[in-house]
């Protein structure tokens, strides 16, 4: 284990005078592994659950395939579920996982070389059986053909644990083996500690209405766990402290649950009815169903017939007066390109959510990556700019919903909010905000009611001095009619027009408003402790957690470094140049080919170092660590002894 | 102001900022007008088609009929795609949107949808709602969304400059099609039955009696309508609806459809409708079939089959062609239901933001 001293703590007595001691450590991080109708990622999740409310800090990242059962015991089949806990503050999921769970010789194969040398296997032994292992080319059994021997290996027979423990459960065969992961649950919740109470109440939720199937689950979780207790397979056991977090009351939330939260908090905030406008795809469908839970606050979801659809039905929402909302992916923003120009020209506000996965084309639909950064920006005909956001960790994607929204209803434009599958699937503890504390977006919201012309005409096009935003007229509002679309508008009537300066005007105009955004969003956030760093690294989306880790250990290491993280792609804060100018060197951590960077250089001129990766998987904060440690003694030429790119966060 | 009349103060408007607006406007500019003339609907804009051209026509009912159904022009939104019959709603003194090509009755659904109090209407061409924006078309009529869709069909692109498109016959030589055009047509009212519309119509743009008729049913009409409206392209395919305009032709190849009364046409009423040995209908000499044969048109019937038989009683080159409502029949509107989830979802849930915010399992950690 990675711990750092642990701790023996005096030894506990179990039931048949088992005497067993407790380890306790500062941090962990556990990987699940199974096939994907193992169910790791429930397994995952209840186990966070049980973390969150022990009250350590976690992040979690589930990695699954595309296929919704692919076939069992291949590699392809594999779905694994990570998770980092600690006893203090921690940004990231971990860079190796200290302890393997696999369910089967697949689940070994494509995970075991991640684990560290000395890292705690657990093996499922019934599912190593020749035909398994067959299936993933293991021509011997690696239980018995000691190349674990670098590994503490403990094999235990879970399954057919399982199956004794619901000898009685009235359940036959193939249904008491599909709580083997119950089973394993229980068993990894005694190893740390870890309250029950929790799933229990979630599995007689859950399995309501078959009583059966929630009392096998329940019977196997309690199994397990009394099994860790009883055996003499583990000695020890772990404990890792709650961290200290701000007084407060907290849950788990992921990115798509805290999105969808801030999406409804908008409405709430605004006073507007809601309206998503949406097409499933992996992996923003959940943002979907989760508004779709929420009818009682007035918020209407259509399944649309296709992604345009979806954006265009939110923007006949917004013309009514709706806060109109459209989800997707990166391809599903391909498709609305043309209507998000048309937001754009008719000046319409408009809450465009991207949950960014691996591309080109359908691409990697289950993994993570932040390369839509340059379609959102440009991905349009013609001069179309539009304001981009994007948050930095789970829990944040709540306060950039409410941001995107704030933007969009202020100026009446519409925004992209760039999530990613890594944020959007991955979950942290989140500190629950009082409604009454969230920003109070009433203000964006002053419909048109009486004519702003001269001759007592309305005026669509005649702007706000200070935002550039065009009076919201809705439909319903006597004397007001007027018609708006995609062609070119004369300034202030917002009547057709082909005159070549009214067009260079309107296209300046457009430009000269989302570049006034600006205005009101503040300073660029930079963190530089003592404010003498040469190097700084700046990111944007999920690559925070990783950035921090990494900039810490560098840190740590007794190295300086700054680190800056944009909210706001565009525009970006009005002193951003002026900051990336005061240091010698910038380095820029992406999980695509360099689109930030290509925008800072051309923005700024500034040198920025781009380092990128597109694995589908998040930055390990080591390996930034290391780039970060190189780009900083090269600067300085001073060689420092400590390596930064080992230890905890 | 007692505090008591405000237990819930969540800093929260007052009242919708929706209806507030709506209750404004009519605080400084009096009730709705809803007694209109014809004149009343128009705007200051130029009207910009080709002289001659058949949407200066439909143009100009619309305007005459629309006082008689008594809707405000705040509460009317018209939105429409992108080609010449497109730019119709710059010419009606109403809300509008001229949006992008194909994607008009989309948009009108989210509009629809979150607006049920408004009358919206879709203007769109045989381009841009049976080519580019097919799906949404059909999409809106299956759900039967509470909008009116008036389909200029002119049988070519007009705004492009006269390329063949998906009502065009086979063969039609045009710039792009030089050696004829090889795809099959649409027929709109086939496909608009076969997408489960509730209400669908046919008229000629120059039939201003018969066009204000459909246009008032289908106004009327709760649900999704669709009206093909033959529109003469003078520029780029003049001439394409002579065969059913000339007074004699007329007579002979359009059935006039009106419900309850037997489908009799032609000089004298020499023709009829019987239904064929396949459940579908055929045309016959009235002479020489039983009066009691000849099919009673039933406009309201739930099952489509008669109303799609009757749509494919016309050929491409347009003999035999049903002109009027095919199909009217009640079906509850996607609006509606929607509205109706939200009041269940309301009566049973309660919309407290801080709930859900904090959801199931939460834990406190104390200072
Ligand atoms: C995305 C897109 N593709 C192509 C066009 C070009 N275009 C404009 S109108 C049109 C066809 C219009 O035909 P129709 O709907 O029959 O309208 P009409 O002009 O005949 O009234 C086309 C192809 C466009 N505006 N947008
Ligand atoms: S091109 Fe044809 S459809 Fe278009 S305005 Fe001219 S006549 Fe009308
Ligand atoms: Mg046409």
């Keep these: ?649 | 102001m007692s505090t008591t009349e405000h237990v819930h103060d969540l800093g929260m408007p007052a009242a919708n900022p929706i209806d507030a607006a709506i209750a404004a406007s009519v605080a400084t500019q009096g009730d709705k007008q809803t007694e209109l003339k014809a004149k009343d609907f128009k705007t200051d804009q130029e009207v910009r088609w080709c002289p001659g051209c058949g949407d200066y026509v439909i143009l100009n009912a619309v305007q005459s009929f629309l006082p008689s159904l008594g809707i405000a022009r705040e509460d009317m939104v018209i939105v429409s795609g992108i080609g010449c019959s497109s730019r119709f709603p710059y010419y009606m003194n109403t809300y509008g949107m001229h949006s992008i090509h194909g994607r008009a009755p989309a948009i009108a659904t989210g509009l629809a949808v979150s607006r049920p109090d408004l009358s919206v209407w879709v203007v769109t061409g045989d381009g841009d709602s049976l080519s580019i924006g097919g799906n949404h078309l059909i999409h809106a009529l299956r759900r039967n969304v509470n909008i009116t869709i008036l389909l200029f069909n002119n049988r070519i692109y007009g705004l492009t400059k006269g390329q063949y498109s998906p009502t065009s016959e086979v063969g039609k030589v045009t710039k792009s099609t030089p050696m004829g055009s090889l795809d099959h047509p649409f027929n709109p009212v086939s496909l608009a039955i076969g997408a489960e519309a509730t209400f669908v119509g046919r008229a000629m743009d120059s039939d201003r009696k018969g066009l204000t008729d459909v246009l008032r049913q289908a106004a009327e009409h709760e649900g999704t309508a669709l009206v093909e409206i033959y529109q003469n392209c003078n520029i780029f395919n003049d001439g394409a609806f002579d065969l059913l305009k000339d007074p004699t032709t007329g007579t002979q190849w359009s059935i006039p459809l009106v419900h309850g009364e037997p489908l009799v046409f032609g000089p004298d009423g020499a023709a009829c409708v019987v239904r064929d040995d396949f459940g579908g209908l055929r045309i016959a000499e009235t002479n020489q079939v039983d009066a009691a044969d000849i099919v009673v048109h039933d406009a309201h019937r739930q099952d489509s089959s008669y109303a799609y038989a009757l749509s494919r009683l016309s050929s491409q080159d347009l003999r035999y062609t049903p002109m009027g409502v095919f199909r009217s029949v009640q079906k509850p509107t996607y609006d509606r239901m929607m509205s109706e989830q939200l009041d269940v979802a309301a009566a049973e849930g309660s919309a407290d933001l801080d709930s859900i915010l904090a959801g199931n399992d939460t834990w406190t950690v104390s200072a």
């Design chain 1, 1 to 649: 284990m990675t711990a750092t001293d642990p701790a023996v703590s005096a030894g506990s007595s179990a039931p048949g005078g088992l005497v067993k001691s407790v380890v306790e450590l500062d941090r962990v991080v556990i990987r699940l592994a199974g096939d994907s109708g193992d169910g790791m990622q429930l397994t995952g999740n209840r186990f966070t659950s049980e973390t969150a409310s022990f009250g350590n800090d976690l992040s979690t990242l589930p990695n699954f395939p595309a296929e919704i059962r692919a076939p069992t015991g291949t590699l392809p089949g594999v779905s694994s579920f990570q998770l980092h806990f600690a006893d203090h503050d921690i940004m990231t999921p971990g860079d190796a996982p200290d302890v393997l769970v696999a369910m089967n010789p697949a689940a070994l194969k494509a995970n075991l070389a991640d684990l560290p040398g000395g890292g705690l296997l657990i093996l499922d032994a019934d599912e190593f059986t020749a035909r398994n292992l067959a299936k993933v080319g293991y021509a011997t059994n690696p239980i018995e053909d000691g190349s674990l021997e670098g590994w503490q290996t403990v094999s235990v027979p879970l399954t057919s644990m399982t199956l004794e423990a619901l000898a009685d459960s009235g359940l036959g065969k193939k249904e008491a083996e599909r709580s083997k992961n119950m089973f394993t649950l229980g068993l990894l919740s005694w190893m740390y500690h870890r309250p029950t109470e929790g799933t229990v109440r979630f599995l007689e939720r859950q399995f309501r209405r078959k009583p059966d199937i929630a009392a096998a689950n329940i019977a196997a979780f309690r199994a397990g766990y009394n099994y860790g207790e009883t055996t003499e397979a583990f000695a020890v056991s772990y404990e890792i402290k709650p961290a200290p977090m701000a007084p407060g009351k907290y849950r788990n939330i992921s990115g798509n649950q805290a999105l969808s939260l801030g999406l409804v908090a908008a409405g709430q905030r605004s006073g507007l009815p809601i309206f998503l406008g949406a097409y499933p795809i992996t992996p923003a469908s959940d943002i979907l169903h989760e508004l779709s839970k929420h009818k009682s606050f007035g918020i209407r979801t259509f399944q649309a017939e296709d992604e345009i659809a979806g954006i265009a039905s939110a923007i006949g929402a917004s013309f009514g007066g709706a806060l109109g909302i459209t989800t997707t992916s990166g391809p599903g923003i391909s498709l609305k390109s043309e209507a998000l120009a048309l937001a754009i020209m008719t000046e319409l506000p408009l809450v465009v959510i991207d949950v960014q996965r691996g591309g080109p084309s359908t691409g990697l639909p289950t993994k993570t990556e932040q390369s839509d950064l340059l379609q959102a920006m440009f991905g349009r005909n013609g001069e179309a700019p539009l304001p981009v956001v994007a948050p930095r960790s789970p829990g944040d994607c709540f306060d950039a919903a409410i941001e995107a929204t704030r933007i969009a209803l202020t100026y009446r434009t519409p925004v992209i909010l760039l999530s990613d599958g890594y944020l959007a699937n991955g979950s942290e503890p989140w500190a629950v905000p009082n409604s009454a504390d969230l920003p109070d977006l009433t203000g964006a919201v002053d419909f048109a009611t009486e004519p702003n012309g001269e001759d007592g005409e309305f005026l669509p096009y005649l702007r706000d001095p200070e935002t550039l935003a065009r009076p919201w007229a809705i439909p319903g509002t006597a004397g007001m009619q007027h018609r708006i679309g995609g062609l070119e508008k004369a300034d202030k009537t917002g009547n057709i027009s082909y005159d070549p300066e009214n067009h260079d005007f309107m296209t300046r105009t457009r430009q000269a408003k989302i570049d006034g955004i600006a205005a009101s969003i503040g300073p660029t956030d930079v963190d530089d402790p003592d404010g003498d760093a040469t190097v700084a690294v700046i990111g944007w989306g999920s690559t925070y957690g990783p950035i921090g880790a990494g900039v810490r250990r560098v840190r740590r290491s007794g190295r300086k470094v700054a680190q800056i993280h944009l909210r706001h792609l565009n525009p970006f804060p009005a002193d951003l140049g002026e900051v990336l100018g005061r240091y010698e060197r910038v380095v820029c951590p992406e999980m695509n080919l360099g689109q930030l960077a290509l925008l800072l250089r051309a923005k700024y001129l500034v040198d920025v170092q781009s380092h990128t990766q597109v694995r589908g998987l998040p930055f390990r904060a080591a390996e930034l660590a290391a780039v970060i440690q190189d780009v900083i003694d090269s600067t300085s030429g001073a060689e420092l002894a400590a390596d930064p790119t080992g230890g905890g966060e």
